[in-house]
Nanobody, 123 residues
Framework: QVQLVESGGGLVQTGGSLGLSCAAS????????MAWFRQPPGKEREFVAA????????YYVDSVRGRFTISRDNAKNTAYLQMNSLKAEDSAVYYC????????????????WGQGAQVTVSS
């Protein structure tokens, strides 16, 4: 069993930066693909970024590539999402998720989810 606790987020102006953290409990953190998803108001949840267990592979949705960076520290059982050059359309509840797989970006293959962190970008 893995529990995920997110922190960070908040309110920022357009063009600003924010960071999210996702602390995981349990063992073998490196066995899990970690990802971030987001759900904008009134819309469905969407994939944002993923990182493999040892951090050697990352993948981003086109809309955030070059602005967001996903990373992880397996010694601290923590994943991160650094968000730069934020836009109003980045406003959403951001969720971290863990999948006990070598690789995936499909939401239905993620076994564990955090509670969500609000990110609001004001223009």
């Amino acid at each position: 069993q893995v529990q995920l606790v997110e922190s960070g987020g908040g309110l920022v102006q357009t063009g600003g930066s924010l960071g999210l953290s996702c602390a995981a409990s349990g063992r073998a953190f490196s066995a899990y693909v970690m990802a971030w998803f987001r759900q904008p108001p009134g819309k469905e949840r969407e994939f944002v970024a993923a990182i493999s267990g040892w951090g050697d592979t990352t993948y981003y949705v086109d809309s955030v590539r070059g602005r967001f960076t996903i990373s992880r520290d397996n010694a601290k059982n923590t994943a991160y999402l650094q968000m730069n050059s934020l836009k109003a359309e980045d406003s959403a509840v951001y969720y971290c998720a863990a999948a006990n797989r070598i690789w995936t970006t499909k939401s239905n293959e993620f076994n564990y989810w955090g509670q969500g962190a609000q990110v609001t970008v004001s223009s």
